[in-house]
């Protein structure tokens, strides 16, 4: 459980995730968060940083500390990204810091009444005295799909964010009212024009860019030729298993289940 009274002292030990403006600092982009005492961390500390206890990694406790005013290092603070190749329960707290530090910068005022907001001691949100209004930390939740067709090929898409030659599976935000299965229909329609069926969930994953929850699926190409949404989505094609192009690494979970497909996985 996440919480955000707690007091620093000289000798707290854990793993430290300053984040500053949606960056971590690391000593190097192949560096983890500072596993260490309270008073060993890094001088421009001045210890007026809110601390949040995260949660632990075996056993350790992971602290979360929000700097607001980042220093002139800035080849020193990265985004979560860089620590997607360390353990996954390092990237999993790192993901928590992003998200409950970036929960802090935007809920400084209420939203209904613009009165100040005030922290919950026993939960994470956060509540305004004056009409009441609580807020907690926002998660937008996003489909993955990954569709094969009975030609034992799989259909990988380049959006328009992504180089040339760098292809992944489709991938949409849920909208309001909406099912994960329905999001995943209505996604596949939208930026390739094909329908598919047989929906098969494969799992999650945090992902703090800034505040998304992946959700992966595969699903069975059913009818339609690939016409690819404009402004969106750049080139869409069905690949051979044995001849996929560059992919996302096997740390996301796009990566895992295209890596689970290539396999011979279904």
Known sequence: MIKHNVTATADLFGHWFIVSQGK????????APPLCRYDQLPQFLDGSEPLCLLGAIEGVDCYLLNYTDR????EQWHSARALLQ???AIFE??????QVALFFQTHRYCGQCGSSMHLVNWELAALC???????????????????VN???QLLLARSTRHKTG????LAGFVESAETLEQAAVREVKEEVGIDICNLRYMGSQPWPFPHSLMTAFIADYKSGELVCQPDEIEEAHWFDLDQLPEVPMVATLSGQVIQYIARGGR
């Open 86 to 88: 360390q353990s996954a």
């Open 93 to 98: 707290h790192a993901a928590r810091a992003c």
């Open 150 to 152: 009975d030609k034992n």
């Open 71 to 74: 220093p002139e290092a800035e």
């Open 166 to 169: 760098f292809f992944s599976i």
């Open 129 to 147: 005295h004056k009409c009441g209004h609580r807020c907690y930390p926002r998660i937008n939740p996003c489909v993955l799909i990954a569709v």
């Open 24 to 31: 971590i600092w690391l000593n190097s982009v192949d560096a």
